[in-house]
């Protein structure tokens, strides 16, 4: 793991060392003025703590490029990536392919909002806060929960906090969750789980009893494989021995169907990429976190109230900081401190640019969609759809050979094939279509499914 | 328009903010009505509204670009244009996590490259770039010393120390990796008292973890001595990198004896910090932590790249691979510094905060009198004995259009105003500031009042923040949409 490969230094002639740095404003005059005033000699004595055998230290760092160089550079590297806009892509499992509408970029591309710090100053940070405000409103109207933080990391993070906060609440220390959930949503659950020494339980989807002990119900609305849980009998259940119900949601299908709020929820976690955001290979995403009011208290992450000014007028402030790190230390809700502020503002945006109609649309483009392509692999011979039950926009196909021979055999055709579940389903594959996915692209993918 | 309106109040039912594509396929049967929703309260928005109200809420805003801001310990300097430009390629955005490897190979170069480049910098043999903020970090960073001790079968070191300077994250995420911390104190020179910490350093210890340079922006020059003696006694050092701008090119975290550190790309590489993220917070490690890096890592074998997990890894910390978009930047802007001029950077970064030092000393108190790194932190306390808080230091200074420093951190300083000129900032800038933290000193003395009542000319004044926790007010509902 050792860096072992080094890049070869050019050889040409370097003229770089003469140009000044942009990112450096000082001349020379400048320095010597300020080391004047300073009263050294030179910047080195600036740096006497340090003991002398630890300065000077080697670096082994390729030259510096210019912007004109790495631009090329970055866009050779960019161009050695499949990039999805030239293929029809239909991998979900976690991270979406959604249009995107051009306000998005434009509007977190505005470096009022992009530069600007955490909003601790808020009398100069109320574009920051009045637009978390708007994202906590749009949340709670999407979720039908009736508060919202002003995001996570990412729906994972999200889910393993609100497991965090679910063992707060209730003093309980065991987490439940259902084997139905996103693999390595489990897997982070496993990670922070382990972290604070709390036991994680993993129950089958349809178990006849809930764990008294358990602090938390952790189950996926529509799962991992892509169908709806019959789960309310089952949330009763775990409302009856005092334990929390942690839903993980997926929020274009919430344009169409019941919102966790319509379902006995405690709390409402899901991952926000759909929203307006860039798959960008993983991250940055967005961690949504909504919850009950009577758990505003414990809840993790920022949270801006509106207020007003001393003149009256109304403004908003970061609140119930007495939860975070940064004034109650080792006894915060969590140590969260800088999280996802340019995401959460992108999927603000995404969501007032579509609007009710919009969201309600671009779901209903994923539901018809998925099941026109559905419907077709289950007609053809050697594939079905696995499950019956009703999806959204992600399905589970079993194929005739291995999905992997499958996925080589269409990225050729440039299609990105499904997840690869065949450790999960025999020969399972987890298909996705959204709206981004035409008629066209459908159709090719069926019938090179047919073809093999 | 009047100013104060929201979302709701520019909402009129049937209009949208985009167009969307019609239905290309047969419709299907519908799923069971119980599983439909029945009412969608979202706006409904035209787009030339809505870009005018997020410009005018964007005109609210003060960022990099809008001028100073010395926000101690968090390294607000310029972000460069074109990194922006080169993190939008789309063959760097339009990339799902789940594709072959073969097909991001490119990606996975870049990573590759970043994980090596921050490993040298920091002089530590591997790195994970899977965490996305510096609290992330510092958790994968601890949730590995718990793993180290107890592969080793050391079963008692449940215990963290950390200074009493430290981070609000550094004791939050030890309690979220179920350990208990002890604070060693500091000595009168603002350093760590060795005295306090060979007291405390005991079998039960997993490691001390600290911020270098420190909150107070000061070198601690007895490093070996710390390292040595927590190292003798079987715990593990490790570091909070979100000060490395101060030692750029100039020393390294694994040469003065750290086993890991956590750096903060959105700090010291220069990404953009979006009013709270996205940042990235990778951890670099030595030789002893390796195994147990948080999955998973790139590596490479003969030109090809390729995802692997380390044997005895702490696990999965995020759902993917850390901000990709992050790391392109901060890739950017590494590709564009050699080892003279990242030197270069931290020399601005520390003449900087020295020069603003030598000209406010004589207007505001310095509790610690001695060479500085990065940052500078002063007292408010001349100016308290009027009856000036720094609170009203900080919100004057926003009447003179600047940003203020970090105020009331670190904690061991009273009334604590602690700032970071950062390298990017040019003489004038900072000849300008000194200058109003001048005006402002002289204020406080003479017109106490305009400060106590400050701002002035800000969008909106001093904000009711009990009130805003007295009368929750959280959200709009679309009830409430017209009025």
């Known amino acids: 793991m050792r860096p072992k490969h080094r890049q070869k230094a050019h050889n040409r002639e370097r003229m770089t060392g003469t140009m000044p740095l942009p990112y450096l404003p000082h001349t020379e005059a400048d320095r010597s003025a300020m080391l004047r005033e300073i009263g050294v000699s030179s910047i080195e004595e600036l740096f006497h703590d340090i003991p002398e055998r630890f300065r000077n230290a080697e670096f082994s760092l390729p030259p510096p490029l210019s912007e004109l160089e790495l631009k090329k550079e970055l866009r050779q590297l960019a161009a050695s990536n499949s990039n999805l806009d030239d293929y029809a892509c239909f991998l979900g499992a976690g991270s979406y392919r959604h249009f995107i509408p051009s306000t998005v970029e434009h509007i977190i591309g505005r470096s009022e909002f992009s530069t600007a710090y955490t909003p601790y100053q808020a009398e100069v940070s109320q574009g920051t806060l009045q637009s978390v405000y708007e994202y906590q409103s749009l949340i709670c109207q999407l979720t039908g929960m009736e508060v919202s933080n002003a995001g996570m990391y990412d729906g994972s993070t999200s889910a393993a906090e609100a497991a965090m906060m679910a063992c707060s609440v209730t003093n309980r220390s065991k987490v439940a969750v259902l084997a139905t959930v996103n693999p390595t949503y489990r897997d982070v659950l496993d990670t922070y789980c382990r972290g604070k020494n709390l036991p994680l339980v993993t129950l089958e989807s349809g178990s006849e009893s809930f764990p008294s002990d358990c602090a938390c119900l952790i189950f996926q609305q529509p799962n991992f494989l892509g169908y709806f849980e019959q789960i309310e009998a089952y949330v009763q259940k775990a ?12 929020p274009i299908s919430l344009g169409m169907f019941r919102p966790p709020g319509d379902y006995e929820v405690d709390i409402a976690v899901a991952e926000g990429q759909p929203l307006g955001i860039p798959m960008s290979f993983g991250g940055p995403h967005l961690g949504i976190f909504a919850c009950r009011k009577e758990y505003v208290r414990r809840m993790p992450g920022r949270i801006v109230g509106r207020t007003v000014d001393a003149d009256g007028n109304p403004g908003y402030v970061m609140t119930l900081v007495t939860r975070e790190q940064y004034i109650r230390r080792g006894r915060a809700t969590s140590n969260i401190c800088t999280s996802e502020a340019l995401m959460a503002l992108a999927a603000a945006v995404y969501l007032a640019t579509l609007g009710k109609r919009g969201l309600k649309h671009v779901a209903e483009l994923c ?28 399905f589970v196909i079993r194929c005739p050979v291995p999905p992997s021979q499958i996925n080589q055999v269409l990225l050729k055709r440039k299609i990105i094939g499904g997840l690869d579940i065949s450790h999960l389903i025999d020969n399972g594959m987890l298909l996705c279509v959204t709206e981004a996915n035409t008629k066209r692209d459908i159709d090719i993918l069926v019938e090179t499914l047919g073809s093999l | 328009m009047k100013r104060h309106y929201l979302l709701p109040d520019i909402s009129q039912a049937g209009r949208i903010g985009c167009s969307l594509p019609h239905l290309d396929v047969p419709s299907s049967e519908l799923p069971p009505e119980e599983l439909l929703r029945q009412e969608l309260g979202l706006p409904e928005v035209s787009e030339v509204d809505l870009v005018r109200y997020f410009t005018a809420l964007s005109k609210l805003n003060y960022g990099v670009d809008t001028g100073f801001y010395p926000l101690g310990s968090c390294t607000m300097k310029y972000n460069p244009k074109w990194h922006e430009d080169v993190a939008k ?3 760097l955005t339009a990339l799902h996590p789940y594709q072959s490897e073969q097909s991001v190979q490119g990606a996975l170069q870049l990573m590759y490259r970043l994980q090596e480049y921050l490993a040298e910098i920091t002089g530590m043999n591997a790195t994970s770039l899977v965490p996305v903020a510096g609290a992330h970090g510092e958790l994968a960073g601890l949730l590995m010393v718990k793993a180290y001790h107890q592969a080793r079968g050391d079963k008692a070191r449940k215990k963290i120390l950390l200074t009493d300077s430290s981070h609000g994250t550094n004791p939050a995420s030890a309690a979220m ?7 060693v104190a500091s000595d009168a020179r603002g350093d760590l008292d060795l005295k306090s910490l060979e007291s405390m350093m005991n079998e039960e210890v997993a490691a001390l973890t600290l911020t270098m340079p420190s909150t107070l922006g000061l070198f601690d020059p007895k490093i070996a001595e710390i390292s040595q003696l927590v190292h003798e006694r079987g715990g593990l050092l490790g570091g909070d990198g979100a000060n490395l701008n101060a030692l750029l090119g100039q020393t390294k975290f ?26 990235s917070g990778p951890v670099c490690v030595k030789e002893n932590l390796i195994d147990f890096l948080p999955t998973p890592l790139v590596t490479e074998d003969n030109g090809r790249y390729s995802f692997m997990s ?6 999965k910390m995020a759902d993917f691979y850390g901000n990709f978009g992050v ?20 020399e601005d970064a520390v003449l900087n905060a020295n020069y603003v030092k030598e000209k406010l000393k004589p207007h505001y108190f310095l509790p610690y009198d001695r060479t500085c790194m990065h940052e500078v932190v002063f007292s408010g306390k001349k100016q308290k004995a009027k009856g000036v808080a720094t609170v009203d230091i900080a919100k004057r200074l926003l009447d003179y259009g600047l ?12 009334e604590a105003l602690m700032t970071e000129p950062t390298e990017t900032e040019s003489k004038e800038t900072l000849d300008n500031y000194i200058a109003a933290m001048i005006e402002i000193a002289r204020e406080a003395a003479e017109n106490p009042e305009v400060l106590r009542n400050a701002p002035h000319n800000t969008p909106v004044r001093r904000l009711d923040e009990a009130r805003a926790f007295r009368q929750l007010d959280l959200r709009w509902e679309i009830d409430h949409q017209k009025k």
Do not use: W
């Open chain 1, 239 to 250: 409302h009856d021995v005092g334990a929390l119900v942690i839903a993980i949601v997926e």
């Open chain 1, 367 to 394: 539901y018809h969609k998925a099941h026109y392509a559905a419907q077709a692999i289950d007609k053809l011979k050697g594939y079905s759809l696995v499950f019956p039950q009703p999806f959204f926009k992600e």
């Open chain 2, 89 to 91: 390629l789309p063959g």
């Open chain 2, 177 to 183: 990796c179920g350990l208990e911390t002890g604070v």
């Open chain 2, 254 to 279: 694994g040469e003065l004896g750290f086993d890991y550190v956590q750096l903060n790309l959105h700090k010291t590489f220069s990404t953009p910090h979006g009013g709270g993220g996205p940042g």
């Open chain 2, 310 to 315: 380390p044997p005895k890894s702490i696990g």
């Open chain 2, 327 to 346: 790391m392109v930047k901060a890739y950017a802007y590494l590709r564009s510094l050699g080892p003279e001029e990242l030197k270069r950077i931290s």
């Open chain 2, 403 to 414: 940003h203020p420093p970090t105020v009331y951190f670190p904690l061991i300083v009273s």
